[in-house]
């Protein structure tokens, strides 16, 4: 069973939005940071991303969530709780 907890959608960061945006689940982690370069990146063709990235973290003041937020990322506190009890 999977469940999740996350505040008031209230974002710690603001910038305009792109037309995609996605949310990354663990995005302060050493995936999640890969991740969100290679959506950030410009196109090929020079072009800006045509993603506007969200993060779910546990701890939104956390220096690697800040780097996120100081590159445009919104930054969303909250947490998934995983439970095997019932499948």
Avoid: N
């Amino acid at each position: 069973r999977l469940s999740a907890r996350a505040s008031t959608c209230s974002a710690f960061s603001m910038h305009s939005h792109p037309e995609k945006r996605i949310l990354v689940i663990g995005g302060t982690g050493a995936q999640g940071l890969a991740v969100i370069d290679k959506l950030l990146a410009p196109a090929e063709d020079g072009s800006p991303s045509p993603y506007s990235v969200r993060v779910l973290t546990r701890d939104p003041t956390s220096r690697r969530a800040q780097e996120l937020a100081s590159k445009g990322v919104e930054l969303f506190r909250g947490e998934i709780a995983w439970s095997l009890g019932r499948i």
